[in-house]
């Protein structure tokens, strides 16, 4: 990166402290799962996936065990060898409950047959590529759980200008894409090239914040010599990584409330989703596995490992030398500080779209709470607001209850829950949580 090169952004975001340090310098390893697996149907947004195993059946590690329910659902893929042990309701990180399949891991790992077989590139079409996508269960794999088939399927593919590789990662404690581009950055370029050919006119763009100057280097090795791919650093503030927010930067196009990225000209895809699709689709291997942060400062040994789907938060805790001596642990997050959920309990699986569980010795959100104050009416959530909303109004018009105002006039449910409003807010109002909690509401009543 050329040091005075001008970095672009978007308007609104913060810069909160980003604790990277504690597991960006470690090596990545392989953890093998050593009790049950567990694989909820609902790995995705859209339809809950249909079993098409029972109770006592073997299963390798590769094969579909749930199949997509409709356009909008996607296969679910044992990442282990062993017996179907039950299907029943567990619990997942949200605290919500979900029908899941519980594998008796075997600890062998046999493949199932064809998995890890190569594919000839040149005789690829654009249909076998959707295909190998679709059957290797892949989704968005940061955060949003999006089946990328659908993604990818846009009606007009050849009015697409941008495929955006999102590499940014701005939520606090979280490594595992920097790492990803690091180790795997030869994959992601594949993966990306293969997308571009289903979309004839467009140009590759990988995003990666300028505080992740290895991952850089790496990127641009990579892409060294390729016509159509090309790494463009972005200033480090958060929430880099929102669609809209990339898209903005990357293409200077607004996306209005409504509109899709297709409706832009833009496809976005996160890293470790087209490292995914070069697995799938050149190697035959569905979707197992995927780079996971375990960090906080009530961990002893923070650290990013390449962990199987399904596999145990408990596990993985202990897997990164448990809790540090001497520390209370006040909170458990799936994810990050910003975005993640705090969490009840660790006996709940890794989904495809999790990546990182953060363990921390403060609850900054009860610390708040006993702060908090009425709004002084600053404005300081508009201006950090990176889609334009305007929290102070949502507050007012959800705490009345008057949902349509919020809806129909504030657009609250275009909010895409970052946390920047309740970062910057001097009176610790917990505008966030308010604003998913009114969703839920408005999305319940619509249900009915």
């Known amino acids: 990166m050329k040091k005075n090169m001008k970095l672009k952004t978007f308007r609104g975001g913060i810069h909160p402290e980003g604790h990277k340090e504690l597991s960006k310098g470690q ?3 392989a953890y093998l799962p050593k009790g049950d697996l567990v694989f909820p149907l609902s790995q995705h ?14 299963v390798l590690a590769g094969q579909i065990i749930a199949e997509a329910d409709g356009f909008v659902s996607a296969n679910i893929i044992s990442s282990c060898s062993g017996r179907v042990k039950a299907i029943e309701e567990r619990h997942l990180a949200s605290g919500a409950r979900a029908v899941c399949i519980v594998v008796e891991n075997d600890g062998q790992y046999t493949p199932a047959p064809g998995v890890g077989e190569a594919r000839p590139g040149s005789a690829l079409s654009n249909r076998d590529i959707l295909d190998a996508i679709r059957a ?3 989704v968005g794999l940061g955060g949003a759980g999006f089946p990328t088939h659908a993604k990818l399927s846009v009606r007009k593919p050849e009015a697409i200008d941008y495929v955006i590789a999102n590499g940014s990662e701005c939520e606090p404690y979280i490594t595992c ?3 990803l581009m690091q180790d795997e950055s030869s994959g992601i370029i594949d993966g990306l090239r293969l997308v571009l050919q289903l979309f004839p006119n467009a140009a590759g763009i990988v995003a990666v914040e300028d505080n992740k100057p290895e991952a850089i280097r790496a990127m641009e090795a990579a892409c060294a010599g390729e016509s159509r791919i090309s790494v463009q650093p972005v200033r480090a503030k958060y929430p880099e990584g929102g669609e809209r927010n990339l898209i903005s930067v990357i293409s200077g196009r607004e996306l209005r409330f409504g509109q899709l990225p297709a409706d832009v000209g833009c496809v976005v895809c996160n890293v470790s989703t087209l490292n995914a699709i070069c697995h799938a689709v050149r190697r035959s291997e569905p979707l197992m596995e995927r780079y996971f942060t375990v960090s906080g400062d009530a961990v002893a040994g923070p650290c990013t490992m390449s962990v199987r789907i399904g596999t145990s938060c408990a596990e993985l805790i202990e897997a990164a030398g448990g809790i540090r001596p001497g520390c209370t642990v006040k909170k458990i997050l799936s994810g990050g500080p910003m975005m993640g959920i705090a969490m009840s309990s660790l006996d709940v699986p890794v989904c495809k779209a999790n990546n990182a569980l953060t363990v921390l010795s403060r609850d900054e959100v009860e610390e708040a709470d006993a702060q908090m104050t009425a709004c002084i009416r600053c404005g300081r959530c508009a201006q950090a607001c990176p889609i334009r909303l305007v929290p102070q109004m949502m507050a007012d018009a959800a705490e009345r209850g008057d949902f349509e105002q ?3 006039r504030l657009y609250g449910l275009d909010c895409i829950s970052c946390g920047s409003c309740t970062y910057v807010c001097p009176a610790r109002r917990p505008l966030m949580q308010i604003f998913k909690q009114t969703r839920a509401g408005i999305m319940a009543a619509k249900r009915k």
């Open 27 to 29: 090596s990545v390893r």
């Open 45 to 58: 947004i859209g339809k809950p996936a249909r079993p098409v195993v029972a109770r006592g059946d073997e």
């Open 136 to 138: 290797a269960g892949i």
């Open 177 to 179: 894409d920097d790492r």
């Open 406 to 408: 919020y809806e129909k």
